[in-house]
């Protein structure tokens, strides 16, 4: 009897846990690419005219934050339309120059590392590698500005390139490092 009573006591407090997971809904900015649309002259958060920009959508979002959070800002994102010619089907160039972006807390802040050994530009995106990426970096700074705003203490962010060879040498001057205060922080 005492056997069931534990195996009922444990199946229940897993049920509790599934049912415990939070889900929360956050702004995330993403890097997208205006190709395929008449925005080639749009002016960038970078100070330079692309046909890309930084911009935010809602998501519904669980796990380690803000981890899961910085993650996702290389979700799938195919633009909504209402014209029948606009076929593109992916927008965010993390996901279409296939870039990778992990995000790890440390007791020294948040470690985001961007990884471009698979990169490769489609030949319809017209942006390098460089301007990708700093869009990338302005869509992680607005995501975690967002989500720092309401919190007291202040986030330390390095951010690295990894996967680099030669002739990718050059995004290394990327590695940047800086702290996002939150809303509270300064008051």
Do not use: W
């Not at 997971?21 to 080639?40: K, Q, W, Y």
């Not at 339309?81 to 870039?99: G, M, R, W």
């Not at 985001?112 to 319809?124: E, H, K, Q």
């Amino acid at each position: 009897m005492k056997k069931m009573a534990a195996t009922v006591f444990i199946l229940a407090l897993q049920v509790i846990c599934i049912h415990a997971t939070t889900i929360m809904v956050v702004p995330v900015f993403e890097p997208l690419s205006l190709h395929g649309t008449d925005g080639d002259e749009a002016i960038s958060d970078t100070g330079e005219a692309l046909q890309a920009c930084v911009m935010a959508r809602p998501m519904a979002l669980t796990g380690a934050f803000p981890e899961a959070l910085v993650e996702s800002i290389r979700s799938p994102h195919r633009i909504p339309t209402n014209h029948p010619k606009y076929e593109v089907q992916e927008t965010n160039l993390l996901v279409l120059a296939n870039i990778g972006i992990e995000a790890e807390m440390t007791t020294g802040g948040l470690v985001v590392t961007m990884d471009v050994s698979n990169m490769a530009i489609p030949p319809d995106v017209d942006l390098t590698a460089r301007q990708i990426l700093k869009l990338a970096i302005v869509a992680l700074r607005k995501t975690l500005e967002a989500y720092q705003a309401p919190q007291d203490h202040p986030l330390d962010v390095r951010f690295t390139v990894t996967g680099t060879n030669e002739n990718k040498s050059g995004l290394f001057e990327l590695n940047v490092g800086f702290t996002v205060r939150g809303g509270a922080a300064g008051s």
